[in-house]
């Protein structure tokens, strides 16, 4: 059974970092590129970043580019996101999710999806 | 940046019911749109990609349709299980969520 389970999130003042793990199993990690979506409490869905395979190549929404770094380590299983320079409204709760293969980068679906892990930017 | 709009944002119907949530995008996405839908407090979960095509394990009741800028999802009879939020999002280019379709109990 495939399995997401992120950590990391918590409560950090705002212009402070913060960095997500995903761990994955029930599944070859090294053959999947690898999303992180947020939800914002109350609202709905907004795509962050995604990494390719090989971490090669990645990809971020205009409102993180330059303060979001999106990693993943294939020999641990594990992806990051690497989040500085917080704000208020990047609030929201972090989901790590295994992209689908019929797609290209960035242009793609996710299933399944963890549970995700809760950032608050708050003073 | 293609919008993704849907509609209604909300919706009551009764269990037996046949139910069409619409999502509309800003330009042409071809076929490249997937629908999720999503429990409180748990994780979206991936209905139907391709526009039309049943994701593994989603009961048959559940249909999508369209293509260009016009896509539906049809639920053919409400079940309890189905009462969610649901959200189509494009995947022609890089990829945006609709702002979701909440469907309640009438």
């Known amino acids: 059974e495939v399995q997401l389970l992120e950590s990391g999130g918590g409560l950090v003042q705002p212009g402070g970092s913060l960095r997500l793990s995903c761990a994955g199993s029930?599944?070859?990690?090294?053959?999947?590129?690898m999303s992180w979506v947020r939800q914002a409490p109350g609202k709905g869905l907004e795509w962050v970043s995604t990494?390719?395979?090989?971490?090669?190549?990645?990809y971020y929404a205009d409102s993180v580019k330059g303060r979001f770094t999106i990693s993943r380590d294939n020999y641990k299983n594990m992806l990051y996101l690497q989040m500085n320079s917080l704000r208020a409204e990047d609030t929201a709760l972090f989901y790590c999710?295994?992209?689908?293969?019929?797609?290209?980068?960035?242009?793609?679906?996710?299933?399944?999806w963890g549970q995700g892990t809760l950032v608050i930017v708050s003073s | 940046d293609i919008q993704m709009t849907q509609s209604p944002s909300t919706l009551s119907a009764s269990v037996g019911d046949r139910v069409t949530i619409t999502c509309r995008a800003s330009?042409?996405?071809?076929?490249?749109l997937a629908w999720y839908q999503q429990k409180p407090g748990k994780a979206p979960n991936l209905l139907i990609y391709?526009?039309?095509s049943l994701q593994s394990g989603v009961p048959s009741r559940f249909s999508g349709s369209g293509s260009g800028t016009d896509f539906t999802l049809t639920i053919s009879s409400l079940q309890p299980d189905d009462f969610a939020t649901y959200y189509c999002?494009?995947?022609?280019?890089?990829?945006?969520f609709g702002q979701g379709t909440k469907v309640e109990i009438k």
């Open positions: 029930g599944f070859t990690f090294s053959s999947y590129s």
């Open positions: 999710a295994k992209d689908r293969t019929d797609c290209t980068g960035a242009s793609c679906y996710s299933d399944p």
């Open positions: 990494i390719s395979v090989s971490g090669g190549s990645t």
């Open positions: 999002q494009q995947y022609e280019s890089f990829r945006t």
């Open positions: 391709k526009a039309s």
């Open positions: 330009q042409s996405i071809g076929i490249w």
